[in-house]
């Protein structure tokens, strides 16, 4: 896996991770700075704590301030297309989703390059693609999404082993990236529109509980 | 104090910590890898925050990854003994009493070991005791259990200075440890089967204040 | 900037930080142990974080044991005085906004002397400021104080900023530093005052949204 292949995927994952930190924030009624706050946590959140354990220093925005621009710039841009047109809720959770996906696999795919082992690559990857999620919604005194549905932790774990299962049998890297990336996207976005979709199924599996 | 016996209480305090994260977990109807999820939140955190503030890398779960396995088949075995018998809420409350005398002892040890002054190592033994249970409750969008019995952080400083004290007045190290570790868990646990005996008490103190 | 200037700054930030931890903690009504605990996280916590992201080891607080100190003694002396006369809650506000100013700029100044560059210093200096109060807040279960009052995040982005432009236009970087912490300072009381005697024009702007 070539470096600049990570640094695009972590390129991506933060723009859209900004966008659900700014748009969880701008539903709080923040002002502009304070959503730029909440965005940049929320996308830089996950990538610091990998490379912090990982001792990975500098830590990822340091060597690439470019990441810091691209938080900042999405999160005005939610913010003011906010302002125009409401962004409707559903958008926060396919960002969310999508940042997820490529969390998991840049902090898979760095752990794995400083030589650690599968199950502790498996690790930083799910810490990586939850703990800016999680800190969003911690901060903004929300309950962490990765609570409301349920194929949430499961998404991230199955796509993460899917991966470190298919490196294992030679499968060429780009491709096991790639294959791992859909796993946790498709299950997850199965998770928020089945989830909305069979409300009685899920009112009576609580009352069951 | 030989590093054997630091293992074996990082492994018996992940294991009582990891019940807890898998408890908590339960009662909020996560699926099995979100409970998962929290308990190795639970039974890693303090001790990963502890060796970050340290330096002292590789974090404790990446050198020992048995860790990670007991957390995992800790929280595991919690989860399906729950479902066919609900485990009752009071031993969430004891599992992390335990889990706190334990890395208390752990987080002094460690800051010890490397050179740190005992008030440095104090303030390290507290964190480690403190901050897994913390993030286990923050994550669960409930109050910390810090806060719920007054005698918690009341129980983790005695605890703590108490083996200081005993060392450098030469006691043996292990003694030392042995006499802290029970002053923590009996101030804990006095204070969670009192709290629960004196209800009209705290409620009266409660209006007075 | 001398270093003893940043030591001075960092005593101060940490003393009135412990004063506003151990405010809201007394809120709560934890033990005397609780609050100190509280207080530490408070006055600790984002230099804590800023030194472990800037791989600035040992931590500041490992370097000048007396911060321990300086912390504990803060947290005590609030916690008696507000048993014999309830402070307001005015007061909390007041030194969670002098804490706000005073590392918002030590944070900048210790990325900066580390040879970093003005937008990371920036992004530091305003994680060190907040870090601690949003520690704070989530430990004691309260909505973070930066989305209660919308000049926050605002105030302590426009200081930093102002002292980033004066030592550009090498302006003397006591005087910048100065002017940076004052403009924090006011524009957050402002905030403060401000926002406690315009409630109808608050009210109807929230209506508006």
Same sequence: chains 1, 2, 3.
């Avoid at 009624?29 to 996950?46: E, K």
């Avoid at 125009?84 to 559903?90: A, D, N, Q």
């Avoid at 760095?110 to 901060?139: C, F, N, Y």
């Amino acid at each position: 896996m070539s470096p600049s292949v990570i640094t695009f995927l972590d390129f991506f994952g933060i723009t859209v991770f900004a966008i659900s930190g700014a748009l969880t924030a701008g539903h709080k009624r923040l002002d502009i700075f304070g959503v730029m706050v909440v965005a940049l946590i929320t996308c830089l959140g996950g990538g610091t704590l990998r490379d912090l354990i990982l001792d990975a220093h500098p830590v990822v925005w340091f060597e690439h301030t470019s990441y810091l621009l691209a938080g900042i710039l999405a999160a005005l841009s939610t913010f003011f297309v906010d302002r125009l047109y409401r962004i409707p809720v559903r958008v926060l959770e396919v960002c969310d989703a999508i940042g997820l996906a490529f969390f998991v696999m840049t902090g898979l795919q760095k752990a794995l390059s400083l030589g650690h082992s599968p199950e502790i690559a498996l690790v930083m990857g799910l810490m990586t693609g939850v703990a800016g999620g999680i800190m969003r919604d911690i901060v903004c005194n929300e309950i962490p999404l990765i609570f409301h549905k349920e194929i949430y932790a499961t998404a991230a774990i199955a796509g993460g082993t899917l991966f470190l299962v298919l490196r294992h049998f030679q499968v060429d890297p780009d491709i096991a990236m790639l294959i791992g990336m859909l796993t946790i996207l498709t299950l997850r976005l199965t998770g928020i529109f089945l989830g909305l979709s069979l409300p009685a199924f899920l009112l009576s599996e609580e009352k069951k509980e």
